[in-house]
């Protein structure tokens, strides 16, 4: 199947870090997405990762795979209001290819 | 710098009416995508195009909704007839090549029949 998923929504306060988790499908992906959604917009890519990587950080980001559990997780640290959005991870399906499935997105709300 | 520019922003119509959604891809980019966005199936890539040739549109509802890419600055989106169940964000986006590069989407037109 082709079903990516992931939590509905997530609450965390301002300075706290967030975690958002995503189950995928597709072993043959080669490379795996977060995308954030703000209200109102489309979606914009925020990191990828690479299939045999385990980690990726860029600024406040950090990504890690376990590619055994076809497990993808987004940790953001000092979350800030501005946070908010809708976060979506996505694969490539069937590998090489520019087809990207999307999970349903999780809502992150950031608390003052 | 222009990103992917979408019209309308919103359209409002009757069942039965046929519907055009329009985009502009950044200029130089040879891949388009159009997904649909609703809260119950979430977002759903319906067809792509890779210089202006369908690729793959295993995702289009049925045969009221067509895509067409007329030339590489300018793509629709046609519903005829419209259903209700057509209600939802329509989103397109655009990459130049290779799929490591992001997807640049638009920002959507919403979709309402009535």
């Known amino acids: 199947g082709e079903d990516v998923e992931q939590s509905l929504f997530l609450s965390v306060r301002e300075g706290d870090s967030s975690v958002i988790n995503c189950t995928y499908t597709d072993s043959s992906s080669t490379y795996l997405y977060w995308y954030k959604q703000e209200p109102g917009a489309g979606l914009q890519l925020l990191t990828y990762?690479?299939?045999?990587?385990d980690m990726k950080q860029d600024q406040r980001l950090t990504v890690l795979l376990n590619k055994k559990d076809k497990h993808l997780s987004l940790r953001i640290a000092d979350t800030q209001t501005g946070d908010s959005a809708i976060y979506f991870c996505?694969?490539?399906?069937?590998?090489?290819?520019?087809?990207?499935?999307f999970g349903t997105g999780t809502l992150l709300a950031v608390q003052p | 710098d222009a990103g992917v520019i979408q019209s309308p922003r919103h359209e409002v119509t009757e069942m039965g009416q046929e519907v055009t959604l329009r985009c502009k891809p950044i200029s130089g980019h040879d891949y388009l995508f159009w997904y649909r966005q609703t809260m119950m199936r979430g977002l759903e890539l319906l067809i792509y195009f890779n210089n202006n040739v369908p690729i793959d549109d295993s995702g289009m509802p049925e045969d009221r909704f067509s895509a067409k890419m007329p030339n590489a600055s300018f793509s629709t989106l046609k519903i005829q007839p419209s259903e209700p169940r057509d209600s939802a964000v329509y989103f397109c986006a655009s990459s130049l090549g290779h799929y490591l590069v992001p997807q640049h989407f638009g920002d959507g037109t919403r979709l309402s029949i009535l």
């Open positions: 990762i690479f299939s045999n990587m």
């Open positions: 996505a694969e490539n399906y069937g590998g090489a290819t520019n087809k990207l499935i």
